[in-house]
């Protein structure tokens, strides 16, 4: 008997656990979305929330999330030469090929830098364009590479510090969501920075 063309990649029995780990993971990304477009609203435009709970923005929720994406798939085009280096050069050179992958993954994450304001201008409803956030970015490569440093020392010892209590039942699955939980605040905050620094001409 033949079997269907989706059963070889899809068994029935894991359906319920692989639908259920989807729908929390779903709830947990929206709950995230919400919670970093009121964070960008409440610091850049003084939105005070009426009560425990903040406004749920769908449209600048959505906006988020779309440029997010847009983003994400500008750095995953902007990775290809790096692997197709890595790949010319990993038989005949692979020092050279990992030192030039590097290099390259560093000059991605600094341009990255450079279009992050574009996701706070979505949370708030101001348009902003890569072009503009580009523009409006010239000249500070050496303080990205700074700010890129510190971020991964920070995380390096956040996520050392959960790995010590991970043997602890509970405990360390609970810290591991707080580092994640610490870690997302943080990065919300310098990309408010860098929008009301950068865009809106703030002082920091």
């Known amino acids: 008997m033949m079997r269907k063309p989706w059963t070889f990649w899809y068994k029935p029995t894991q359906g319920p656990y692989f639908w259920g780990f989807l729908g929390v993971s779903l709830i947990i990304a929206i709950m995230m979305l919400w919670i970093v477009v009121s964070w960008h609203r409440f610091v850049l435009l003084e939105e005070y929330p009426q009560g425990w709970v903040p406004p749920f923005r769908f449209d600048r929720v959505l906006s988020y999330f779309g440029h997010g994406c847009l983003l994400g798939i500008l750095m995953m085009v902007a990775m290809i030469p790096g692997f197709l280096i890595v790949v010319v050069l990993g ?87 707080l580092v994640l939980l610490v870690m997302s605040l943080v990065n919300v905050s310098i990309l408010t920075t860098l929008y009301g620094h950068y865009i809106e001409e703030r002082p920091i």
């Open 91 to 177: 038989s005949g050179a692979p020092v050279l090929g990992g030192a030039v992958f590097f290099v390259l993954m560093v000059t991605i994450v600094v341009g990255l830098y450079r279009l992050v304001p574009i996701l706070p201008a979505a949370a708030i409803g101001k348009p902003l364009t890569l072009k503009e956030s580009w523009s409006a970015t010239a000249g500070e490569t050496g303080t990205f590479l700074g700010l890129m440093f510190i971020g991964f020392l920070f995380q390096m010892a956040l996520n050392i510090f959960a790995a010590l209590f991970m043997l602890i039942p509970f405990v360390g699955v609970i810290l591991v969501y």
